[in-house]
């Protein structure tokens, strides 16, 4: 089978397996490009990123431009003749990149296209509730994913499963579908074909802090699925008023019994062995959370905490 020089693009440890897929694969990766070094922490530790460092313990030359359109860099990449360059959680390219390669460039995007275009498809899928989503590998045009499609692969999400779970198991199935696609562009064996035209296509925006709060007066499922589709990150939080006292909670899992209480809905029944919030049509047990200051812990962690539970309830 040929082998293709590839150049890969991308920063965090999604992209990493994909690089590690290829580099193991009987293609050749030329080069990488990743984010710059950053310092961060009290004691402004330089981080690298994954892709970074696996490339480096491989023996991968790495590109670190602050600037896609810096002349040198374009330079430098071009004299790596690279039949493709493939991208997995990077940044937005400027056509002079995405255009360098002879075969084009393409994306592995952690949907099903199209519909989650955009910067968070796996918190998404979740907090709606799908059943399935999967991987497409699909070539970069100058709309955010919106080129066409090279291959797609289903996977069903799990009963009560959060981001951070089926994070992974994407991360696994998308390397493996990287690899597919080279072999298929190799071979000339793959038929892109363009995005069937939806008209109103599910959308995964980049999520801001302010997008993590919950809505304690929508229902139980929907909260449910909201927490799970937050967890681990960013974290759905509430704020948890103690006394006179405001302070963010996170809360990464939990189970909901739907009921009828009469209760005001975010009203918080708090005891030494009690921690249930009532929503639109039942109740929310948290089982666990991080108040702001603490670290992670179960809720009867959490409870063993306090001393004195008067004074404590949730704010609007």
């Known amino acids: 089978m040929k082998s293709l020089k590839v150049v890969f693009l991308g920063?965090?440890?999604?992209?990493?397996?994909?690089?590690?897929?290829?580099?193991q694969s009987h293609h050749h990766v030329?080069?990488?490009?990743?984010?710059?070094?950053k310092a961060s922490g009290r004691g402004q530790k330089i981080n690298q990123s994954p892709v970074k460092v696996y490339a480096a313990?491989?023996?991968?030359?790495?590109?670190?431009?602050?600037?896609?359109r810096n002349p040198e860099f374009l330079e430098e990449l071009k004299n790596l003749d690279a039949d493709v360059f493939v991208v997995v959680a990077f940044r937005m390219m400027p056509k002079v990149l995405f255009e360098m390669p002879n075969m084009g460039t393409f994306n592995l995007h952690a949907s099903l296209l199209p519909d989650y275009r955009g910067a968070a498809p796996i918190n998404y899928a979740v907090i709606n509730g799908e059943e399935k989503t999967g991987a497409t590998t699909f070539f970069i045009n100058e709309k955010i994913d919106e080129g066409n499609i090279l291959l797609q692969e289903e996977l069903t999400i799990l009963h009560d499963e959060n981001a951070g779970s089926l994070h992974d198991r994407l991360m696994e199935m998308g390397a493996k579908l990287v690899v597919k696609t080279l072999n298929g562009?190799?071979?000339n064996a793959?038929?892109?074909?363009?995005?069937?035209?939806?008209?109103?296509?599910?959308?995964?925006?980049?999520?801001?802090?302010?997008?993590?709060?919950?809505?304690?007066?929508?229902?139980s499922k929907t909260i449910h699925q909201f927490i799970l589709g937050m967890s681990p990150y960013p974290a759905?939080?509430?704020?948890?008023?103690?006394g006179e006292e405001e302070k963010g909670l996170k809360i990464f899992g939990g189970v909901f019994e739907?009921?009828?209480?009469?209760?005001?809905?975010?009203?918080?029944?708090?005891s030494k062995n009690e921690f249930k919030i009532y929503t639109e049509d039942g109740v929310y047990f948290p089982q666990e959370l991080q108040l702001e200051g603490k670290k992670r812990m179960t809720v009867k962690d959490f409870?063993?905490?306090?001393?004195?539970?008067?004074?404590?309830?949730?704010k609007d």
């Open 30 to 37: 030329v080069g990488v490009v990743t984010v710059a070094d």
């Open 236 to 242: 759905a939080f509430t704020t948890l008023k103690i």
């Open 185 to 187: 562009l190799a071979e």
């Open 190 to 219: 793959i038929e892109e074909r363009p995005q069937p035209q939806v008209e109103h296509p599910k959308n995964a925006y980049k999520i801001f802090k302010e997008d993590t709060r919950i809505n304690w007066k929508a229902s």
């Open 11 to 23: 920063t965090p440890e999604f992209a990493k397996t994909s690089l590690e897929a290829i580099h």
């Open 303 to 314: 409870l063993n905490g306090f001393r004195n539970f008067d004074g404590i309830t949730l």
């Open 57 to 68: 313990e491989n023996n991968i030359p790495v590109f670190q431009p602050e600037k896609l």
């Open 258 to 270: 739907i009921i009828n209480h009469g209760k005001p809905t975010g009203t918080l029944s708090i």
